[in-house]
């Protein structure tokens, strides 16, 4: 097999998966971080100032609170500044943390203006304004209310936040808290984190770079190593091994390979023994045919009905052979579909058990069919027929020195069961799975079967499980054998 070269190794493939995660990400930083920082802060500090507000509104009228006390607690906190007046404009607690705040030196008329704009808003009023940088510069002379407007010169601008709040007091009179705070320009920040992030994309490509080499090696290696068992696999080495050693999924796989080439080793076994038993069975009639048949051609004596029944018998054995090897590669093969109708099993095992008559006969065989009444089902009858014979003919082939083979047919739940049961050797625990397999065959010393290839019970698990019917085997080493199998009753 040729190597792919179109396709992309995993190193690449991960890498690449590794530098869109890694885009991804900084996009989001390149987002938040500088496109969005400025309006992200804004509204973080406008959300904060309305917060203050509201808290200083809830603890009003609370006679418990230290209400200077918290004005400057808040005010420290969130770096603004604050002032709670009464209506007249004369301050009732400020807290003043930057120096240059714009409400501590506001004339009454513009305090007044910001009461009306928070009257006509229902209360509340938020103004953002570009004003200069007052930073230490001026000072108001009046630390209790507001007197005069001192405009600061314009040294770079910066936005100030100015919150108005009015609240009515239990006894009716009203109070106003007004809130400042400055936003400071982010712009420097920006450009910092900016460079950052082209050193921080810089540094994370080459990482991810690292890392894909890193993760590939990690996970192409087993793959690699069981690729080049695989290829081994191909060449007909079925002893190859697959180390099923590293990740869970690999491993299984490598697992799964092995039992695949154990089951192929095992069948090339199995094909290597049927050849030699094959030659060897197909051998021994065809030397008996030619043999016979050449002293019947030669001495006219000899030309007798027995010696020419060994022919007619050598010739069968032949055809039945060359028919289980036929039968069974067709059933492998999927051409034999299931031809099913509805028949009396009953009176189909009594057909095929008359065509032993003879045996019984000549050899003292006993065969006894034990059954309640007749029984109709619904299978493919010459399969079926074709299963009872085999078991038959092993059941015969086996059975002890007693020469008794019996049927047995019992209905249950809607359902038929038929036992093959003979008294012969058994057959051992181990092998009883094996059994089944194409060519097996347990004792190769054993006597030679009537029909012996090894294909017997094969094809019967092959019919019977194209019929999903249920199957099975019971014996006991010197005891005998049970061989079953189950169909649905009509
Ligand atoms: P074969 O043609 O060799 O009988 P089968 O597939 O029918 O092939 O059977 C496989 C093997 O199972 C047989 O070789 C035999 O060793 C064993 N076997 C099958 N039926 C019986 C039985 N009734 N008693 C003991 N051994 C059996």
């Not at 996009?27 to 808290?55: G, R």
Request: with cysteine; hydrophobic share 40%; proline share 2%.
């Amino acid at each position: 097999m040729k190597p792919n070269h179109k396709r992309l190794s995993i190193k690449w493939r991960l890498f690449i998966y590794l530098s869109i995660f890694v885009a991804a990400t900084l996009l989001l930083l390149w987002l938040f971080q500088v496109v969005l920082l400025d309006s992200f802060y804004k509204a973080i500090k406008v959300e904060n100032i309305k917060f203050s507000a509201d808290n200083i509104a809830k603890n009003i009228d609370d006679t418990n609170t230290n209400l200077q006390e918290l004005v400057k607690k808040i005010a420290q906190n969130n770096d603004m500044c604050i002032i709670v007046a009464d209506e007249t404009g004369k301050w009732l607690y400020s807290a003043e943390v930057m120096p240059g705040c714009t409400i501590h030196r506001m004339s009454l008329r513009e305090f007044f203006s910001f009461v009306e704009h928070a009257q006509s808003k229902g209360g509340t009023y938020l103004e953002q304004s570009k004003i200069g940088n007052m930073k230490g510069e001026y000072h108001n002379n009046n630390n209790d209310r507001f007197s005069r407007i001192i405009h600061p010169p314009d040294r770079g601008m910066v936005e100030s936040i100015i919150y108005t709040k009015l609240v009515t007091q239990k006894d009716g009179t009203k109070i106003v808290i007004l809130l400042n705070a400055i936003i400071t320009p982010v712009n420097a920040t920006v450009q910092t984190i900016r460079v950052q992030l082209i050193f921080v994309t810089i540094i994370m490509l080459a990482f991810a770079l690292i890392l894909a080499l890193i993760i590939s090696r990690k996970i192409s290696k087993p793959i690699i190593k069981i690729n080049n068992s695989s290829k081994e696999l191909a060449t007909g080495n079925y002893n190859v091994h697959f180390d099923s050693s590293g990740y869970k999924e690999i491993g299984e796989l490598g697992e799964t390979l092995n039992y695949a080439a154990d089951e192929l080793s095992k069948t090339e076994n199995l094909r290597k023994e049927l050849i030699a038993n094959i030659s060897h069975d197909l051998r021994t009639p065809l030397t008996l045919i030619t043999g016979y048949t050449e002293i019947m051609r030669d001495l006219p004596g000899e030309n007798t009905p027995e010696n020419l029944q060994i022919v007619i018998d050598e010739a069968k054995r032949l055809q039945t052979l060359v028919n289980d090897m036929l039968d069974i590669s067709k059933l492998r093969s999927g051409v034999n579909e299931l031809n099913i109708s509805e028949y009396n099993l009953t009176e189909s095992v009594r057909n095929i058990l008359k065509r032993y008559a003879k045996l019984i006969e000549q050899n003292g065989y006993t065969i006894k069919y034990i059954y309640d009444s007749d029984v109709i089902v619904k299978a493919d009858e010459i399969k079926i027929s074709q299963v009872i014979y085999n078991l038959m003919n092993n059941a015969i082939t086996y059975t002890g020195k007693d020469k008794l083979v019996i049927v047995c047919q019992s209905i249950e739940s809607g359902k038929v069961k038929l036992e093959i049961i003979d008294t012969g050797e058994g057959i051992p625990q181990n092998k009883l799975k094996d059994i089944w397999e194409r060519y097996y065959k347990v004792d190769k010393e054993h006597i030679r079967a009537q029909i012996g290839t090894g294909l017997g019970l094969s094809i019967v698990k092959t019919i019977l499980e194209m019929h999903n019917a249920p199957y099975g085997v019971q014996s006991d080493i010197g005891q005998g054998s049970i061989f079953w199998f189950e169909l649905e009753t009509k």
